[in-house]
């Protein structure tokens, strides 16, 4: 068992449609998430980082996460063409080291 | 504020050959991770330097290795290339956050 699962996807959503993206894991000794957005050919951009149970909103995104469950999302809401994308969960339980999850292909049609 | 670069993003080389990849952090960045992402394996972390040290390491053969300089920059290097070692090779520095910030990569062939 992976300690990162992500649906590969892909997931397809009209334009301005509210997308939901989810991780889950395993090892409890994670305490920092984030939320990467990578275009094809591109390096991943960070969107999202949290590091506490709860909600963190930024503009259009908001990130998710329940240390209880373990479980991880991440919420576009008005999602735009340019969202079009692959999006990955990275955790860490600190010293630098990222465990990602294989990222969710988003397309958003206009 | 410049990002992370990296240097050659391109790269062709034949099995047996070595290569080595340079990574600028942003400035005053002083940790420098370095991953690799296939279309397998995803992406997969193989070290981070710290102030010229290693401090910390993936499940990567020997092969594998690198170095960091004083100004922060660091190399990675692969000895005796294998065609499974073709991949993305990307670079992320860190203020020590844990927020890592990536570069573009160095996109690896090895024919």
């Not at chain 2, 997969?44 to 993936?58: A, H, I, P, V």
């Not at chain 2, 570069?103 to 090895?110: A, H, K, Y």
């Amino acid at each position: 068992q992976k300690e990162v699962e992500q649906d590969p996807g892909p997931l397809s959503v009209p334009e301005g449609a509210i997308v939901s993206l989810n991780c889950t894991y395993s090892n409890s000794a994670f305490q920092y998430f984030m939320w990467y957005r990578q275009y094809s050919r591109k390096g991943p951009e960070l969107l999202m980082y949290t590091y506490s149970s709860g909600n963190k909103e930024d503009g259009r995104f908001t990130a998710q996460v329940d240390k209880s469950s373990k479980y991880i999302s991440l919420f576009i809401r008005d999602s735009q063409p340019s969202d079009s994308a692959t999006y990955l969960c990275a955790l860490s339980g600190g010293f630098q080291k990222l465990v990602f999850g294989t990222g969710t292909r988003l397309l958003v049609s206009p | 504020k410049a990002g992370v670069t990296q240097t050659p993003r391109y790269l062709i080389k034949t099995r047996g050959q070595q290569v080595t990849l340079s990574c600028s952090p942003i400035s005053g960045h002083r940790s420098v991770s370095w991953y690799q992402q296939t279309p397998g394996q995803g992406l997969q972390f193989l070290f981070e330097y710290f102030s010229e040290t290693q401090r910390n390491k993936g499940n990567f053969p020997g092969r594998f290795s690198g170095r960091q300089f004083s100004n922060s920059r660091s190399e990675m290097n692969v000895s005796t290339l294998e065609l499974g070692d073709s991949a993305l090779y990307l670079c992320a520095s860190s203020s020590g956050s844990n927020e890592q910030f990536f570069g573009p990569g160095t996109r690896l062939t090895v024919l």
